[in-house]
Structures are given as structure tokens and as C-alpha cells.
């Protein structure tokens, strides 16, 4: 008989993580009975235990690949165990690892858990994964050729309940009858009950003894608690404060995980307020790290339980501000994090709710900064949402809401450089909103403001890590305008140093991931438009940096749609058009499919910065198919652009407006790039890639 390292692999989407906790516990605390261990069942010797079983992404170190992670593991487990739910059956990665099982080891020794949903009801509420109720392909495609779905337990209270879904479990991983099971679990928790109420009169006969012990005892362990609270305080604030600034990641990651070893053994619901208030602030912590070193899944885990923390504080005390407000800190993460990780749904109803909380805030004490400056935070968040939906009149509203508030507080004390970095980061969210509208002159005259605010913050203080940061988000923005305006010596001017600036970062402190992504994007950027300007050498240069610094990223978090899917293929645009250029036309079209590939994957079609990349990727493989001498691949991939193009002229960027008036151009299509000429000269566009366009010969 085979061996293998894990019993089972447990497979299912992050939303049923609870789930997946609960069945992990469920299945590698389950003891067999005595009188079945080691008798002959359908699989072979009946064994003692049920362990151990894969954690799935969890278990595996952080530079590891996901496909040879996961691979690995399901070769070396017995069983696959898939927890069914609406979520499951849309995750690609549920979907993948059964494929892989099926194709690899043997369909009957899939089980499935059955969570939420409704088993073969073919719409939302569907929750058997296709690859688990349909034949799969040799290489791993799903078909339409349905099978019988495999052994399923129900752990809903409607079906078979946790325990019984349980023991279902177990009979088929150990290959015993099911009532055998059942009535031995029966018979053992009968025998556990009487042990119990003769242990608890025991107990409560030697307790009555140790009462008075206790007592002399108590005084001596309440001094000793406060001297140990009053440390963890020390570590989490004044400590906290000293090591943030200067980029200490591994001292801030043993602050946090001290603190929360020390609670550990500890019960929440013994806690007193206080000491839930610090297990939330060393679960932020942990949070905090966990997403800068590029775990976001172990930071989301983190902030879910920092705001189950923080939620029953304020659940104690509903109408206490400081509740209020560490509670919006809780769920504020929870919503940072699952947008990082590509989930705009959950991101944008936790920044709802964080904008709830502080406009609760504001209501109950209107003259508090502290309060007034979280509606500015709030505001820029849902602002950010808006903008990733093109919707960028509102996105500035709420943008120019929350400067507004930031610049009032930032006035009142000019000496503090915290508030002068907020006013600073609330002006550039409103330059961006105002450059996605395509207004130049105010979008600049604000990114400027923003840069020399940075500049003054760094003159009193050289090691601020954000205000370094900032310098380039604001370089970045005035190189993107100056662009738009054909000003190419002052827009790679501004670009290089803010790529400069993300590589002292970087090499300043290499772990943290946000530098890492900040330079790969900001090298993109000035790769684009190196091109757009004729230099070739310094696009390429950035191409070369930047493609080793994303592969560290997507190898420490696979999961992170920015770094695996939106900068992979802004990357990929960038090597399209350098293979292009220079007559690598095979080349060109293989990396222009895989950008494809992955710009399919992206679950929000709505982004038009996103659009414009698959719609210059689409546009250039049309022009390499037509040099190949097809035709009408040329023309369907010009087609694919009019679609991601959709839309009033009048209410589209000139950057897809851009995209639009090249497809139809090539096309042969007069009528329709004529109107949209006038609408982009009627702008005053004259980005470089327009004016490119017009003195094109087709």
C-alpha cells in the first residue's frame, strides 16, 4: 500500500476559511475506536488516527510556487476532502486542485463537505464545483460530460449536522461502516458524560480546599499580570512607535508575536476591556507585517480576528468613541487587505462600514481632529473604489472631501509632520481623480503641492519612509502629465527619480513588499513612456529590472491580484510592444497571449486603466497577425478592441477614446475614427501616442 505524507488535502475558497478551520480540527482530533484499530477494513488495516491533514496555501513556505505547493502536496495525500459552498464552486483554485486529483490519483478518494449552496441547482446558489460533478480531461479541462458526484456529508443543522457529517467523514477515510462509527461515538459519549459529573463532585470537593490557598495567591498573580500588561503596553506603542519609522520589520514582527503569545492562553471572553484592546493592537500588528512582507492571506486572517476583537469591545461599550474607533481600524484592514487581494465586493462593504463608524465618530464629538481626520481617511477609500470604476467625478467629490478636512486639521499645526503627510496624501488622490479627467494644469499644480510638502517633511525628518515614498507618487503623477502634454525630457526626467527613490527604498529595507511593488510599477510607467518617446534602451532597461522584482512578489503571494495578475500583465504590455518593435513578431504575439490570459482573469472589467492595457495588448497582436499574413486573426483582435472600448465618446477617457480611433483606423473604418478625432482634438490631446497615431499611413 502506498504512503503518503498527509491523510487528506482540504480544499476551499478563502470566504469558508471558518470552515476549513473547523473540518482541519474536526478530522485531526478524531480518535478511532480502540476496538477498530488494526482490524482489516475496505482500505487495509484500520488506523488510530486521522492525521496529518494539508492546510492547503497556508502550510507551505512563502517563496514557494502555488502550482508546486499545491502539486506536491496532493501527490502526497491519500484524500482530497473539498468543502462545498456558492464560493467553492467559483474558485478557480478549488476547481484546479480537483482537476489535478482526478487526473492524477484516484476520483474515489474525493469527498466532498457540503457547507452552503444547493447541490446540482445549476445557478448562483450551485455548490459542487464543475470539476467535481463533470469528466476531466487528460490536460485538465473541465467538460461538459457529467458524473455522479462522490460521497458528500452535510454539516449544515438541515442535513447531517457537524458531528454526524464528521463521523461520515472518518468512516470513509478509515473504511468502516458509517452506523459502526456512529454507535461506538455514541456508546463513547455516554461513558465520557458519567466521567465527567463523578470528575466534577471530585473536583468540586478538592476546590473547596484550595479556595482559601487561591485567595493568599490571587494578589500575588494580579501584581505580577499588571507588570506583565503594562510591558505588552510598552511594546505595542511606545516601543511600536520608535521601530515603525525606521522600516525594523523583524523587531515589529517579534513585538507583535510576543504579545500575542502572551494572550494566547488566555480566554477573550475572561479578558477585560483592556487586554482585548491590546490583543487587537498586537493582531493589527502581526496584520501589518503579515502584508508587507506579501502573506496578505495570513494579514487578512489577522484583521478578521483583530475586528472580532475589537466588535465585542464595542458590543460591551456601543456609545464609547474609543471603542468606536478601534473597531473602524479593524474593519478599515479587513477592507485594505481584501482589496489588495483583488476583492472590490468585501472592500468596498468593510470601507462602507468604516465610513459609518466615523461619521458616528464626528457626530458625537464634531471638534476632534482624531475623528474628523478618519471621515478624511474614509473618504479617500471610497474614493479609491470609485476611481477603479471609472466613475471619476464622484471619486473626486469624495476626494476633494477628504483634502478639504486633512488641509483644516493640517493648518492648525504645521509642526505636526504626521498631519502635513495626511493633507499631502489627501491632495494627491485628488490630482489622480482630476488626471484621470484629463485636467492637466490643476492635476499638476497639485501634484507639485504635494511633492514639495514631502520635501519640507524630509528636510525635518531625512528617514520618513512615507514621505520618501510620497516624493515619488507625486514624480510619478507629474511624469504621467508631462507626458500627456509631449513634454518627453520633463517627463522622464521626473519618472527616473522617482524610480531612483523606490530603489533606495527597496535596498534600504528588501523585505518590504510595498517598495517592491511601488518600483516594479513605477519602472513600468517610465518603461511606457521611454518608448512613447523614442528611448528604447531606457524602456528596456526598466523591463529588465522590473520582471525579477514582480517574480519575487508572485512567488511570495499568489494570491495578490495587483502583483499576479494587473502588474504581470501592465509587464507584459511593456515586452509586447518592446518584441514588436523590434521585428520580433513570433515573440510578440506568445507574450501578448499570456497577457491576455491573464487580464481574463481579473474579476473587475470595469477599471479603464486596466482596459487600456488589454486594449493596446489586443491592438498590437492584431498588427503582428496581419504582418503574419492573418488577416482575419488582425482583424478580430481589432474587433476585441472596439468592445473593451464601449461606449459614448463623449464619456471615455482619451486613453481608450485613443485605442478606439487606432482600431477603426486600421480597420479601414473612416466613418467611425472620423467623429472620434474631433471628439480627442476637441480635448486639446496631444498624448504622444495619439499624435503617433495620426501620422500612421494605413
Same mark, same amino acid.
Given at each position: 500500500?502506498?504512503?503518503?505524507?498527509?491523510?487528506?488535502?482540504?480544499?476551499?475558497?478563502?470566504?469558508?476559511?471558518?470552515?476549513?478551520?473547523?473540518?482541519?480540527?474536526?478530522?485531526?482530533?478524531?480518535?478511532?475506536?480502540?476496538?477498530?484499530?488494526?482490524?482489516?477494513?475496505?482500505?487495509?488495516?484500520?488506523?488510530?488516527?486521522?492525521?496529518?491533514?494539508?492546510?492547503?496555501?497556508?502550510?507551505?513556505?512563502?517563496?514557494?510556487?502555488?502550482?508546486?505547493?499545491?502539486?506536491?502536496?496532493?501527490?502526497?495525500?491519500?484524500?482530497?476532502?473539498?468543502?462545498?459552498?456558492?464560493?467553492?464552486?467559483?474558485?478557480?483554485?478549488?476547481?484546479?486542485?480537483?482537476?489535478?486529483?482526478?487526473?492524477?490519483?484516484?476520483?474515489?478518494?474525493?469527498?466532498?463537505?457540503?457547507?452552503?449552496?444547493?447541490?446540482?441547482?445549476?445557478?448562483?446558489?450551485?455548490?459542487?464545483?464543475?470539476?467535481?460533478?463533470?469528466?476531466?480531461?487528460?490536460?485538465?479541462?473541465?467538460?461538459?460530460?457529467?458524473?455522479?458526484?462522490?460521497?458528500?456529508?452535510?454539516?449544515?443543522?438541515?442535513?447531517?449536522?457537524?458531528?454526524?457529517?464528521?463521523?461520515?467523514?472518518?468512516?470513509?477515510?478509515?473504511?468502516?461502516?458509517?452506523?459502526?462509527?456512529?454507535?461506538?461515538?455514541?456508546?463513547?459519549?455516554?461513558?465520557?458524560?458519567?466521567?465527567?459529573?463523578?470528575?466534577?463532585?471530585?473536583?468540586?470537593?478538592?476546590?473547596?480546599?484550595?479556595?482559601?490557598?487561591?485567595?493568599?495567591?490571587?494578589?500575588?498573580?494580579?501584581?505580577?499580570?499588571?507588570?506583565?500588561?503594562?510591558?505588552?503596553?510598552?511594546?505595542?506603542?511606545?516601543?511600536?512607535?520608535?521601530?515603525?519609522?525606521?522600516?525594523?520589520?523583524?523587531?515589529?514582527?517579534?513585538?507583535?508575536?510576543?504579545?500575542?503569545?502572551?494572550?494566547?492562553?488566555?480566554?477573550?471572553?475572561?479578558?477585560?476591556?483592556?487586554?482585548?484592546?491590546?490583543?487587537?493592537?498586537?493582531?493589527?500588528?502581526?496584520?501589518?507585517?503579515?502584508?508587507?512582507?506579501?502573506?496578505?492571506?495570513?494579514?487578512?486572517?489577522?484583521?478578521?480576528?483583530?475586528?472580532?476583537?475589537?466588535?465585542?469591545?464595542?458590543?460591551?461599550?456601543?456609545?464609547?468613541?474609543?471603542?468606536?474607533?478601534?473597531?473602524?481600524?479593524?474593519?478599515?484592514?479587513?477592507?485594505?487587505?481584501?482589496?489588495?487581494?483583488?476583492?472590490?465586493?468585501?472592500?468596498?462593504?468593510?470601507?462602507?462600514?468604516?465610513?459609518?463608524?466615523?461619521?458616528?465618530?464626528?457626530?458625537?464629538?464634531?471638534?476632534?481632529?482624531?475623528?474628523?481626520?478618519?471621515?478624511?481617511? +474614509?473618504? %479617500?477609500?471610497? !474614493? @479609491?473604489? $470609485?476611481? /477603479?470604476? =471609472? #466613475?471619476?467625478?464622484?471619486?473626486?467629490?469624495?476626494? *476633494?472631501?477628504?483634502?478639504?478636512?486633512?488641509?483644516?486639521?493640517?493648518?492648525?499645526?504645521?509642526?505636526?509632520?504626521?498631519?502635513?503627510?495626511?493633507?499631502?496624501?489627501?491632495?494627491?488622490?485628488?490630482?489622480?481623480?482630476?488626471?484621470?479627467?484629463?485636467?492637466?494644469?490643476?492635476?499638476?499644480?497639485?501634484?507639485?503641492?504635494?511633492?514639495?510638502?514631502?520635501?519640507?517633511?524630509?528636510?525635518?525628518?531625512?528617514?520618513?519612509?512615507? +514621505?520618501? %515614498?510620497?516624493? !515619488? @507618487?507625486? $514624480?510619478? /503623477?507629474? =511624469? #504621467?502629465?508631462?507626458?500627456?502634454?509631449?513634454?518627453? *525630457?520633463?517627463?522622464?526626467?521626473?519618472?527616473?527619480?522617482?524610480?531612483?527613490?523606490?530603489?533606495?527604498?527597496?535596498?534600504?529595507?528588501?523585505?518590504?513588499?510595498?517598495?517592491?511593488?511601488?518600483?516594479?510599477?513605477?519602472?513600468?510607467?517610465?518603461?511606457?513612456?521611454?518608448?512613447?518617446?523614442?528611448?528604447?534602451?531606457?524602456?528596456?532597461?526598466?523591463?529588465?529590472?522590473?520582471?525579477?522584482?514582480?517574480?519575487?512578489?508572485?512567488?511570495?503571494?499568489?494570491?495578490?491580484?495587483?502583483?499576479?495578475?494587473?502588474?504581470?500583465?501592465?509587464?507584459?504590455?511593456?515586452?509586447?510592444?518592446?518584441?514588436?518593435?523590434?521585428?520580433?513578431?513570433?515573440?510578440?504575439?506568445?507574450?501578448?497571449?499570456?497577457?491576455?490570459?491573464?487580464?481574463?482573469?481579473?474579476?473587475?472589467?470595469?477599471?479603464?486603466?486596466?482596459?487600456?492595457?488589454?486594449?493596446?495588448?489586443?491592438?498590437?497582436?492584431?498588427?503582428?497577425?496581419?504582418?503574419?499574413?492573418?488577416?482575419?486573426?488582425?482583424?478580430?483582435?481589432?474587433?476585441?478592441?472596439?468592445?473593451?472600448?464601449?461606449?459614448?465618446?463623449?464619456?471615455?477617457?482619451?486613453?481608450?477614446?485613443?485605442?478606439?480611433?487606432?482600431?477603426?483606423?486600421?480597420?479601414?473604418?473612416?466613418?467611425?475614427?472620423?467623429?472620434?478625432?474631433?471628439?480627442?482634438?476637441?480635448?486639446?490631446?496631444?498624448?504622444?501616442?495619439?499624435?503617433?497615431?495620426?501620422?500612421?499611413?494605413?
Amino acid at each position: 500500500m502506498a504512503e503518503f505524507r498527509y491523510k487528506a488535502f482540504v480544499s476551499y475558497s478563502w470566504s469558508d476559511a471558518k470552515w476549513g478551520k473547523w473540518l482541519l480540527h474536526a478530522i485531526e482530533t478524531y480518535r478511532t475506536p480502540g476496538a477498530l484499530i488494526g482490524k482489516d477494513g475496505q482500505l487495509g488495516p484500520v488506523p488510530a488516527r486521522l492525521h496529518p491533514l494539508f492546510k492547503d496555501r497556508e502550510e507551505e513556505a512563502a517563496g514557494a510556487s502555488i502550482g508546486q505547493a499545491v502539486e506536491h502536496a496532493l501527490e502526497n495525500s491519500e484524500f482530497l476532502i473539498v468543502i462545498c459552498s456558492p464560493r467553492s464552486a467559483q474558485s478557480k483554485w478549488v476547481n484546479r486542485e480537483l482537476a489535478w486529483f482526478k487526473t492524477h490519483r484516484d476520483p474515489a478518494k474525493i469527498l466532498a463537505l457540503i457547507v452552503d449552496g444547493t447541490p446540482g441547482s445549476g445557478d448562483e446558489h450551485e455548490c459542487f464545483p464543475a470539476a467535481l460533478t463533470h469528466r476531466v480531461a487528460p490536460d485538465m479541462r473541465v467538460t461538459d460530460e457529467p458524473v455522479d458526484a462522490p460521497l458528500a456529508a452535510d454539516a449544515r443543522i438541515s442535513g447531517d449536522g457537524k458531528r454526524r457529517a464528521r463521523l461520515k467523514l472518518a468512516a470513509a477515510m478509515l473504511g468502516v461502516g458509517l452506523d459502526e462509527l456512529v454507535n461506538r461515538d455514541d456508546r463513547r459519549r455516554t461513558v465520557r458524560t458519567r466521567l465527567m459529573v463523578g470528575a466534577s463532585l471530585a473536583l468540586a470537593t478538592v476546590m473547596s480546599g484550595l479556595a482559601w490557598a487561591a485567595v493568599v495567591a490571587r494578589d500575588e498573580a494580579d501584581r505580577q499580570r499588571a507588570e506583565s500588561d503594562g510591558l505588552v503596553e510598552f511594546m505595542l506603542t511606545d516601543l511600536r512607535e520608535k521601530l515603525e519609522p525606521v522600516g525594523r520589520l523583524d523587531a515589529l514582527d517579534v513585538v507583535g508575536q510576543r504579545a500575542l503569545k502572551y494572550y494566547a492562553g488566555q480566554q477573550a471572553g475572561s479578558l477585560d476591556a483592556d487586554s482585548l484592546g491590546r490583543r487587537s493592537r498586537a493582531l493589527h500588528l502581526v496584520g501589518e507585517v503579515s502584508n508587507i512582507r506579501g502573506d496578505s492571506a495570513a494579514g487578512l486572517g489577522a484583521f478578521r480576528q483583530a475586528a472580532a476583537t475589537t466588535g465585542e469591545l464595542l458590543a460591551r461599550d456601543p456609545g464609547n468613541p474609543q471603542r468606536i474607533f478601534d473597531h473602524a481600524q479593524s474593519v478599515y484592514w479587513v477592507g485594505y487587505t481584501a482589496y489588495e487581494r483583488g476583492e472590490p465586493k468585501e472592500a468596498e462593504a468593510q470601507f462602507r462600514e468604516y465610513k459609518r463608524l466615523a461619521d458616528r465618530l464626528v457626530a458625537i464629538d464634531p471638534g476632534n481632529t482624531d475623528w474628523q481626520l478618519e471621515v478624511s481617511y +474614509a473618504d %479617500s477609500n471610497l !474614493g @479609491t473604489l $470609485l476611481l /477603479g470604476q =471609472g #466613475r471619476y467625478g464622484e471619486a473626486e467629490q469624495s476626494f *476633494a472631501n477628504a483634502q478639504r478636512i486633512a488641509e483644516a486639521i493640517a493648518a492648525k499645526d504645521p509642526a505636526d509632520l504626521t498631519k502635513q503627510i495626511d493633507m499631502a496624501q489627501a491632495i494627491s488622490w485628488t490630482a489622480f481623480a482630476l488626471e484621470r479627467q484629463e485636467k492637466i494644469e490643476p492635476a499638476l499644480a497639485l501634484y507639485g503641492r504635494e511633492h514639495a510638502i514631502y520635501v519640507a517633511v524630509l528636510a525635518k525628518d531625512p528617514g520618513n519612509t512615507t +514621505a520618501r %515614498s510620497g516624493t !515619488g @507618487t507625486a $514624480l510619478i /503623477g507629474i =511624469g #504621467r502629465l508631462e507626458t500627456m502634454r509631449g513634454n518627453g *525630457a520633463k517627463a522622464l526626467s521626473a519618472m527616473q527619480k522617482a524610480v531612483d527613490g523606490s530603489i533606495a527604498l527597496r535596498s534600504a529595507e528588501p523585505g518590504n513588499t510595498l517598495w517592491t511593488q511601488y518600483e516594479v510599477k513605477r519602472r513600468y510607467e517610465l518603461g511606457i513612456a521611454a518608448l512613447l518617446f523614442g528611448r528604447i534602451d531606457l524602456a528596456r532597461q526598466q523591463l529588465s529590472a522590473a520582471r525579477p522584482l514582480l517574480g519575487g512578489l508572485i512567488a511570495k503571494d499568489p494570491t495578490n491580484d495587483i502583483w499576479n495578475l494587473d502588474l504581470a500583465a501592465q509587464l507584459d504590455e511593456l515586452e509586447v510592444r518592446l518584441l514588436a518593435g523590434s521585428g520580433r513578431h513570433g515573440e510578440a504575439i506568445i507574450r501578448a497571449d499570456h497577457a491576455i490570459a491573464l487580464l481574463g482573469q481579473r474579476k473587475d472589467s470595469t477599471d479603464p486603466m486596466m482596459r487600456a492595457v488589454y486594449a493596446s495588448v489586443l491592438l498590437v497582436r492584431g498588427d503582428m497577425h496581419l504582418r503574419a499574413g492573418q488577416r482575419a486573426l488582425a482583424r478580430e483582435d481589432w474587433r476585441s478592441v472596439d468592445r473593451l472600448t464601449a461606449g459614448a465618446d463623449a464619456d471615455l477617457p482619451s486613453s481608450l477614446l485613443t485605442l478606439r480611433y487606432a482600431a477603426a483606423r486600421r480597420q479601414g473604418n473612416a466613418a467611425a475614427a472620423a467623429p472620434i478625432r474631433q471628439v480627442l482634438d476637441r480635448r486639446g490631446w496631444r498624448h504622444p501616442a495619439y499624435l503617433r497615431e495620426l501620422r500612421q499611413v494605413y
